[in-house]
């Protein structure tokens, strides 16, 4: 099953003094990963996203660094995101960072649970995930009860007029 992927250019002020890339900003591809994501696959969404009527939180989140250095300025990183986990309102995505250009040995390696949750006069509540996200997720899930779990999801909101 293919991986999402989104490319980035490293600019200097997202390295430390000493010239890696510093921490958090691998935290924030991830980020940036999802939105593109989001963009590319589910553009219907993000009006919904701006006009606050649905919101995906991030529950928890981490990256674990393979190597001593990771990236420096000017590198060219892949990110790689896939569907770990999927359960209605909550699913866990992977991510992997890798040199855009060289062998594909990975420099670091993140995950993220998200929750999917709408806007009501009394907060915000748990909900399912869009049918469109559901939709577009189905293509970079790859293990039968993934696709079995995004396919309940469906069936779900079909059921319930959604």
Same mark, same amino acid.
């Not at 003094?17 to 991830?30: A, C, E, K, P």
């Given at each position: 099953?293919?991986?999402?992927?989104?490319?980035?250019?490293?600019?200097?002020?997202?390295?430390?003094?000493?010239?890696?890339?510093?921490?958090?900003?691998?935290?924030?591809?991830?980020?940036?990963?999802?939105?593109?994501?989001?963009?590319?696959?589910?553009?219907?969404?993000? &009006?919904?996203?701006?006009?606050?009527?649905?919101? =995906?939180?991030?529950?928890? #989140?981490?990256?674990?660094?393979? @190597?001593? *250095?990771?990236?420096?300025?000017?590198?060219?990183?892949?990110?790689?995101?896939?569907?770990?986990?999927?359960?209605?309102?909550?699913?866990?995505?992977?991510?992997?960072?890798?040199?855009?250009? &060289?062998?594909?040995?990975?420099?670091?390696?993140? =995950?993220?649970?998200?929750? #999917?949750?709408?806007?009501?006069? @009394?907060? *915000?509540?748990?909900?399912?995930?869009?049918?469109?996200?559901?939709?577009?997720?189905?293509?970079?899930?790859?293990?039968?009860?993934?696709?079995?779990?995004?396919?309940?999801?469906?069936?779900?909101?079909?059921?319930?007029?959604?």
């Amino acid at each position: 099953m293919p991986a999402y992927e989104y490319k980035h250019v490293v600019a200097f002020e997202e390295t430390s003094l000493i010239g890696n890339v510093y921490f958090s900003n691998y935290l924030i591809w991830q980020g940036h990963c999802r939105e593109r994501f989001l963009h590319d696959h589910a553009k219907e969404i993000v &009006g919904r996203l701006l006009g606050k009527e649905l919101a =995906f939180f991030t529950r928890s #989140c981490s990256c674990e660094f393979m @190597g001593d *250095w990771g990236f420096t300025a000017l590198d060219e990183v892949a990110i790689h995101m896939w569907l770990r986990k999927f359960r209605g309102g909550r699913m866990t995505l992977e991510f992997e960072y890798l040199a855009a250009s &060289g062998n594909g040995t990975p420099v670091a390696r993140g =995950f993220q649970e998200v929750a #999917c949750k709408a806007s009501t006069s @009394g907060g *915000w509540v748990p909900a399912p995930f869009p049918a469109s996200l559901v939709l577009a997720l189905k293509k970079f899930a790859d293990t039968p009860e993934l696709q079995a779990a995004l396919d309940d999801a469906l069936e779900f909101q079909r059921d319930a007029g959604q």
